[in-house]
Each structure stands twice: as structure tokens, then as C-alpha cells.
């Protein structure tokens, strides 16, 4: 999470939507940079709510508007099952290193969840209580344009993003119906992608 307090604006850290090198190249821009643990560095909407926002609007003099970055649903996907099939979590219960990117899938789609494919949901990270999206500014993590533009713009500073956290190369075949699942049992996510493209 990164908060710039001249211009009003808190970038949630959405996991695998490149938030990390936005993080590596604002960091020293930025006036708040909140690092470690993860459960407050990836803090979803309503944590932010809850516990920063109080502080940040009587400190820092709020109100603030908020922004993430929203990456399309089966790529997301696949960024964390080759981000769990890295060495470090071999033997863990949330690794990948010896599951199918099918197998994964249909974890993830699973009412009870295996600790592998237990990788939470974009839509209910910009979520507001009701259920309904309550990020200022949405940006598609493939239009990378967009989003620099407008925090170049709104920051007054020129970005150089760099290339962090590249998992391992994985094998992402998938079975048309497995895909065809997912995209129906995942479509809050897509109106939520579909909603962030152009720009927030």
C-alpha cells in the first residue's frame, strides 16, 4: 500500500496485478509505504476502511480516493499458481510445485478450497461492505498505460516500472470446458476486469 498525502491518493496492493514494482518505483514518492506484513501491505478495501482510513483522513487531512489495479481473472489465476510452484514453498500445503494448472483450477472453483488454490478474489478485495465495488480508480493490469498515465499525471513524475517477481514458467494448458467454468463461475470477476480497462 502506498498513500501520497499532497495528492490525496491511496494505491491498494492488489497480490499479482505488478503492485510490487509500483512499489519498488514510488516507494521514495511516496509520503506512507506500508511493506510487511502482507495482510497489511495487500490490506483489501474493506481493512483499509477499517483501520488506515480513520488515521490517514484525520492525519493527513482526508479524504482520500483510492485506486488498484485489476488483472484479467484466469491470468491472475496463473500468476499465483507459478508464484506457489516456486522452490521456497516446496512441501508446504500451499505449494503448486506438483499440481496441474487444471488441478489448480478446479481447487479454485472447489466449495472447500485446498490450501493451494486458496488465492482470495479481486472483486471482493475492492469490495465495499454491500458487496459492491468501492475503489475510486480501477485500472486494467494490461493496459499499463492508462495507469501510468494517470499517476504520472497525478503525481507529477515520470514512472520506470521494473521487472520483479517473475515466477516460474509453468504449463498453462486448459481444458475448454475447465475454462468455459471458470469464466461462468468467475463472472463478478470479469464485469469487475471489463469495468477497469480504459482507465479508472
Aim: aromatic share 12%.
Amino acid at each position: 500500500m502506498l498513500i501520497f498525502q499532497k495528492e490525496k491518493l491511496v494505491l491498494l496492493s492488489v497480490p499479482k496485478t505488478g503492485t510490487t514494482a509500483l512499489q519498488s518505483a514510488l516507494g521514495l514518492r511516496a509520503d506512507i509505504v506500508v511493506r510487511d506484513p502482507p495482510e497489511l501491505k495487500h490490506a483489501p478495501l474493506y481493512r483499509y476502511h477499517r483501520f488506515f482510513k480513520p488515521m490517514v483522513d484525520k492525519f493527513c487531512n482526508g479524504p482520500f480516493e483510492t485506486l488498484a489495479v485489476i488483472r484479467e481473472p484466469l491470468d491472475w489465476a496463473a500468476s499465483w499458481y507459478r508464484y506457489r510452484s516456486r522452490p521456497f514453498l516446496n512441501g508446504r500445503d500451499n505449494s503448486t510445485a506438483n499440481i496441474s494448472f487444471p488441478d489448480f483450477i478446479l481447487g479454485y472453483l472447489a466449495v472447500e478450497k485446498p490450501a493451494f488454490a486458496k488465492i482470495g478474489s479481486q472483486s471482493k478485495f475492492v469490495a465495499q461492505k454491500d458487496g459492491s465495488p468501492g475503489v475510486d480508480h480501477l485500472f486494467a493490469y494490461e493496459e499499463q498505460g492508462h495507469l501510468l498515465g494517470f499517476l504520472e499525471d497525478r503525481l507529477q513524475c515520470e514512472i520506470s516500472l521494473p521487472k520483479l517477481n517473475i515466477s516460474p514458467r509453468r504449463d498453462l494448458s486448459l481444458d475448454e470446458n475447465i475454462r468455459k467454468r471458470f469464466e461462468q463461475e468467475c463472472a463478478a470477476e470479469y464485469a469487475l476486469w471489463e469495468s477497469s480497462r480504459r482507465g479508472g
